[in-house]
């Protein structure tokens, strides 16, 4: 990421520092200068250690965690490539962590040449964030659709790993409407309820519509029968518009408003995200 402003290296000045608050947090974001002046390319399927975070007030150990989980967890959605803590400190107690992921940079949701636009996700979309986490399993929604990226897999692989993603967007949204599960599937007053009639009903509570019939019939052919009889051509565009339906659905979800890139684009075409209507 590009920062938004300028701090001081020794004789150098990098423009490597994103700063905000959120909550009663004041986080600053300090990136090394080398992932300023190196192209993406060198570092995508590496390991480094891109970023420095302070952060004022945190209160304990579990709360600096806690603020770090769901920082990386933002981070990774916005860059689309996984973010994790290597160490943290709090007073004289310091944890360092296994990195298990590589870099990746092909379709960032958010314009990470604008320290601007990266502070502003931040900022506009952490309070729902923290509403939601639980309730929607953010943290693993978010880990499922950046890991199906990362994949090498088959695309047959690629897709099941979409399809847990719009499975758990199905099952939490079930459960948040007070649905009981039982008998192998969603129930409420007016019955039974199976994937599509779910999916559509989490979409439409964040004012989407998508046509999902492709996506549905492919994700019953690869659950029942292991591989497709389609093209690779047909299966990767699937695969993108399930992957820009979950990354709008989690915007809205965030109450994000502004622009994000879509990801069939590969991160090159932006949409304008709008205040939702009460």
Known sequence: MVGERFYEEGSRRVRGLIELE????????????????????????QRPITTTVELTGIESMEDLETTLRRLCTLLSFAT????????????????????????????????????????????????????????RHLHELIEYLVLADRS????????????????????????????????????????????????????????????????????????????????????WDTYRRCQDTARIYLLRLLRFRGAYRTYASAGHRSILVRRRRP
């Open 80 to 135: 689309f490539s996984p973010v994790r803590p290597v160490s943290f400190s709090f007073g004289s107690r310091t944890r360092m962590l296994p990195v298990s992921y590589a870099a990746a940079h092909f379709s960032p949701a958010i314009d990470t040449r604008s320290g601007k636009a990266v502070r502003q996700f931040l900022e506009l979309t952490w309070e729902a964030f923290i509403r939601y986490e639980k309730e």
């Open 152 to 235: 090498e897999e088959p695309l047959e692989v690629k897709l099941l790993l979409v399809f847990v993603a719009l499975e758990n967007i199905k099952a939490t949204y079930a459960r948040s409407a007070g649905m009981v599960f039982r008998d192998g599937a969603f129930h409420s007053s007016k019955g039974r309820h199976g994937f599509e009639y779910l999916l559509r009903g989490a979409l439409a509570e964040v004012g989407l519509q998508r046509g999902l019939n492709a996506a549905i019939k492919l994700r019953n052919e690869i659950v029942h029968f292991g591989l497709s009889t389609q093209s690779p051509h047909r299966l």
């Open 22 to 45: 959120v909550g009663n947090l004041a986080i600053r974001l300090l990136q090394e200068p080398h992932v300023i002046t190196e192209p993406w390319r060198a570092l995508v399927d």
